[in-house]
C-alpha cells in the first residue's frame, strides 16, 4: 500500500473504488454507508500507524459530531464571541483551565480582532485535531510560539496574567502590580526548576507530561484558597521565597553578592559553597543579573529551592555540580574533603569536638553504598549522582559538606519532627521549611505593627 501525504483528504468515495468493499451488495447506492465505514476506519488504532496525519489523528465521527453541537449552543448563532465571553467555551468544550481563556484565544484570533468566530474555533479545535489530543498537548501547543518546539518561561505570561487577575485567592494583589509581578517570576522559576529537566530553559512536551505540572494548574483552576496549591501556586510559598530575599538584599537592588548570600539561614553554608556557587565555571546555572558577582531574584530561587529541598531530584543535580569541581561526572574523596575542611573548622570554633574527615566518609559510603556497576562491591573512591539518587540520605550527605546547621540539626533530631514528618510523607522538605518560615515572617510582621501601634501611642500621650 502506497503511503499518502495526508489521509484526512482521501474521499470516502475512494472506498467504492476498493474491488472488496465495492462488492458489498448495496454500497454503490448508499453513500452514508460509505462515509460511516471510512469514519470508523479512520478511528482504528491501525490506521494510524499505516498514515501520516498532518494535524494529528482525526476525531471519531460521533465525538465530532457532540462537539460541534456543543459549539453551536455556545456560539448561538452569534458573529463571534469576544474574550471576556470566551471562558465558557474554554472551561466547558475545551475541558482546560479557566485561566488559559485569553491565551486560548489569542491563539485563535491571530489577527488581533477582538472577536473569534464559531468558524474560527472549529478550525482550530476540530480541523486541527485538537479535540483529540491529551491536555498536556493541548496546553503545550496554545502556549507555545509556532516557530519554536518547546516553551520559554516567556509563555507562561498570558496565563499567569489571567489567573492572577480572576482566581479569587490572588485578589488581594490587583492593587500591587510589582507583588504581582514577582509572583509569576517565581512561579515560572519553580516551573522551570521542577519539570524542566534539562535544565535549559526550553521546556519540551516530554518534560511537561512527566512533571505535576498540569494537575497543580487543574488544581489551582478547582481550589479558591490559592495556598493549598502548594506545587507552584501558593502564595506563601512566593512571600516567603521574597522575604528572605528582601532580607539578604540589603540595597534593595534585586541583586546579591557573596557577602549578601552567606547570611542566609543564619550563616549556615560555608564559604566554600557560597564561593563555588558564585564561582560561575561548571555549575548548575549560570546567572540571569549578568553582572559578575551579582545574583539576580530568580538565580536566588533556583537556590532557595534547591537549599531547602534536597530530596528532589532537581536539588540533588543542583548541589552535585557544585561539588563536582571538575565536571567529570563523579564526585571524588578529594572533593568532598575540600568542603568539608571548613565545616571542621567551623565545628572547633563552636567548642565542639569535630568528626574526622575519615569517619564522614565512612558514614557516607554506609548511607549511599555505591556498588561498581558490573559487580555488587562497595567501592569509596568516588559517587555518582545515580548513587545520590538511589539514596534517602543523599540530602544530609550534603549538609555534612556544606550547612553546619542542617549537619548540626541531624545528629541532634528531634524524634517530634521525625513522626511529625512521618504522619505526612506527602508535604516535602521545601513544605514544611516554607510553612515554618511563613509562620515566622507573619510573626516578625505583627511583632512590627504592635512595636508602631505602641510608638505611636507614647507619641500622643500627654505629657504630664
Known sequence: MDIVGDVTSLDPELLLQLQEVSSVVGIKNSPRIA??????????????????FQNGCPAPKELKEQCLSRINQLFNGSNGLQVHEFKQVTKELCKLPSFFSSALFGKIDTACTGMVTRDAFVKYWVDGNMLTKDIAT?????????????????????????????????????STPNFQER??????????FYVNRSGNGQLTLRELKRGNLIAAMQHADEEKDINKILRYFSYEHFYVIYCIFWELDTDHDFLIDKENLIRYGNHALTYRIIGRIFSQVRVPRNFSSNIEGKMAYDDFVYFVLAEEDKSSEPSLEYWFKCIDLDGNGVITVNEMQYFYEEQFHRIECMSQEPILFEDILCQIVDMIKPEVATYPVIREDYITLRDFKGCKLSGHIFNILFNLNKFMAFETRDPFLIRQEREDPSLTDWDRFAHREYIRLSIEEEGDKNEGIEVWKRSVEAPF
Open 183 to 192: 509572583y509569576a517570576e517565581t512561579v515560572v522559576c519553580r516551573i522551570f
Open 35 to 52: 462515509e460511516d465505514l471510512f469514519a470508523q476506519w479512520l478511528s482504528l488504532p491501525q490506521t494510524g500507524r499505516l498514515f501520516y
Open 138 to 174: 493541548q496546553i503545550f501547543k496554545i502556549l507555545k510560539q509556532p516557530n519554536l518546539k518547546y516553551l520559554t518561561k516567556a509563555d507562561f505570561k498570558p496565563f499567569l496574567r489571567e489567573l492572577l487577575a480572576t482566581h479569587p485567592g490572588l485578589e488581594f494583589l490587583q
